[in-house]
């Protein structure tokens, strides 16, 4: 099955600070990624639709210049939370959309705990 | 995407087979099913998915009613490594860009697998 990789798995930050997570399709490429947010005991909430080459689509209620998005590669995405609070503690996962039968797969996702 | 409905919870003994119901009467003719599901601090994993004809991989197998408003996911020799959430969802294939690919989760069925 396609392979999709996140980095950091995991990543403490002070609040105030910045943090950039990247999603990368390893074994094919993907015109469009979402990035996602889970809570405990919550199930996953989708926070943006991210296009190559152009600008992601945010849902109603996340604040696109508080959660950056740039897809600036068929296999590249990368979710920078700006200016992180303790409110922004959560589990990032992004998946990427297969072109061929346009089935999504998902990364392994991000733990973020800001202090 | 149309809704589904899914119990919140069952168990299966190991080795014997887990059958996961989805309910989704308002389907659209268009409208694939999608199984997904999240082991604990994962990112999802795709199952499987289907029209209307039953479907088999080297995961599960899918059946889908005649009248496509119900599935069931059958996983034919649970393990304990099956203990997850299982989320089953409804949507258009889209393979090309675009909102319209999106998935939206529910609380999805949380199967336990006893030794």
């Known amino acids: 099955g396609a392979v999709v990789s996140q980095h950091p798995s995991w990543v403490i930050c002070k609040s105030g600070t910045s943090v950039k997570i990247e999603c990368r399709s390893l074994?094919?490429?993907?015109?469009?990624m979402f990035w996602y947010r889970q809570f405990p005991k919550q199930s996953l909430m989708l926070m943006a639709t991210?296009?190559?080459?152009?600008?992601?689509?945010?849902e109603q209620g996340v604040e696109k210049d508080k959660f950056l998005i740039n897809h600036a590669s068929l296999t590249l995405s990368t979710l920078t939370v700006t200016s992180a609070h303790p409110e922004d503690s959560s589990f990032y996962i992004c998946?990427?959309?297969?072109?061929?039968?346009?089935?999504?797969?998902f990364g392994p996702g991000t733990r973020l705990t800001v202090l | 995407d149309a809704k589904t409905t899914q119990p919140p919870s069952m168990d299966c003994a190991e080795g014997r087979a887990a059958n996961l119901p989805c309910n989704h009467s308002?389907?659209?003719?268009?409208?694939?099913v999608y199984w997904y599901r999240q082991i604990h601090s994962q990112g999802p994993q795709y199952i499987i998915h289907?029209?209307?004809n039953n479907e088999t991989n080297e995961m599960a197998s899918l059946i889908i009613t005649e009248d496509r408003k119900s599935s069931t996911l059958i996983l034919p020799h649970a393990t304990l490594r099956d203990t997850a959430v299982y989320y089953c969802i409804v949507r258009v294939p889209t393979p090309l860009t675009g909102a319209n690919s999106k998935l939206t989760f529910g609380k999805g069925i949380t199967l336990s697998v006893r030794p």
């Open positions: 308002t389907i659209s003719g268009n409208e694939y």
């Open positions: 289907g029209l209307k």
């Open positions: 991210s296009n190559e080459g152009s600008k992601a689509t945010y």
């Open positions: 074994d094919f490429q993907a015109t469009t």
């Open positions: 998946s990427a959309l297969t072109s061929g039968s346009g089935t999504q797969y």
